[in-house]
């Protein structure tokens, strides 16, 4: 995201996405589009437990994953046709500030964080609070694949086929009482392998923290990913557990979690707290509401060159309409 303290001015395009590092790759792209998404296009026959997309290392995955990868249901969600982005681009281009604030800087530090052991803090309004490990947080549920379009608040976006399981599903794993309007969630703080949280120039008071409001974090559409392209979640995604709201700009779906808890007021979120005017706790994507320094009707689709940019349309709620029902009878362009 990028946060001018000072200015008020127009950013240029460029600045709200450098695309620079697109430029080497742009000449391929040209010549072999047809080639780049056959790439990334799944090997559907005879998907067995590795290999589902043939140009991703299956890598080694924790045996809680494994188990569950044998039975995925592959596709169960899928974007309408829409091309998946090489998977290259989905895990070198990434916003992970607790890794840096370049796109490049996820990919280059997130190799040493460890994953395991992991385990989640489930508390607040629930029945059944406590800290569950990832694999006890797992169990209950059958892994799917949902191939989703994720469209930053920086007018990019990408199409990533996710691994996991709806987030409402875990939610009713831990029961949520009555008390329990909204869901916050909280990433690991790990200042010795997360180079970004021991920056002094970070505008982010860590933990990030996330949240939705608990009918939004019980439609069918909200996911918990611990996958993507057929292998385990590459920790500059956010491995092992990280949310995933199609619906709304890219920063809603938190990383690397630790903390989910169930609470009765709207959580203070990380990017509405540095910037209220400009990030909202909504975040719904609309292409009428503005970003007060760009434009939010276009994005462009990545991989895109900087020379033939690959703008598209965005669309409303990102093109995920039955959402609509959550926010009838509010001003949008008030609760962005
Ligand atoms: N903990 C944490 N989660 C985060 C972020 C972050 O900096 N820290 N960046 C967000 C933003 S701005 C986006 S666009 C997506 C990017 O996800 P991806 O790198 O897997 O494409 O992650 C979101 N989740
Ligand atoms: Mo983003």
């Not at 924790?62 to 995925?72: C, H, I, Q, S």
């Given at each position: ?331 949008l362009a008030r609760y962005y």
């Amino acid at each position: 995201m990028f946060i001018r303290v000072l200015s008020s001015s127009r950013a240029l395009e460029s600045e709200v996405t450098p695309e620079s590092i697109y430029l080497s790759r742009r000449k391929l792209m040209q010549g072999s589009l047809a080639l780049a998404a056959m790439m990334a296009m799944p090997a559907w026959a005879g998907a067995g437990t590795q290999g589902v997309y043939r140009d991703v290392d299956p890598a080694r995955a924790p045996d809680w994953f494994e188990e569950k990868l044998a039975a995925a249901r592959w596709q169960a969600v899928t974007a309408g046709g829409e091309s998946i982005t090489p998977f290259k681009d989905a895990t070198h281009y990434n916003n992970f500030y607790e890794f840096g604030a370049g796109k490049g800087e996820p990919a280059a530090n997130a190799g040493r964080l460890q994953i395991e052991p992991w385990s989640v803090m489930i508390d607040g309004e629930v029945g059944k609070p406590g800290r569950y490990s990832i694999e006890d947080l797992v169990k209950p549920h059958a892994f799917e694949e949902r191939i989703y379009r994720l469209r930053c608040v920086e007018a990019w976006s990408m199409v990533i086929p996710w691994l996991g399981f709806p987030l409402a599903s875990l939610l009713r794993q831990v029961e949520p009482t009555s008390a329990a309007h909204y869901v916050r969630f909280e990433t690991l703080v790990d200042r010795e392998h997360m180079p970004g949280q021991r920056s002094g120039f970070s505008l982010i008071d860590w933990p990030y923290v996330e949240g939705l409001r608990l009918d939004e974090a019980m439609h069918p559409l909200a996911f918990m990913a611990v996958g993507m392209y057929g292998r385990v979640l590459p920790n500059q995604n956010g491995a092992p557990l990280r949310l995933v709201v199609p619906w709304k700009y890219g920063f809603k779906s938190i990383k690397s979690i630790v903390r989910i808890s169930l609470v009765a007021e709207a959580p203070r979120t990380t990017w509405e707290r540095i910037a209220p005017n400009e990030y909202g706790f909504f975040a719904n994507v609309n292409p009428q509401v503005d970003h007060p320094r760009w434009s939010q009707a276009t994005e462009r689709r990545l991989p895109s060159g900087l020379f033939s940019p690959n703008v598209i349309d965005t669309r409303m709620f990102n093109g995920y309409e039955e959402v609509a029902d959550l926010y009838a009878g509010m001003d949008l362009a008030r609760y962005y």
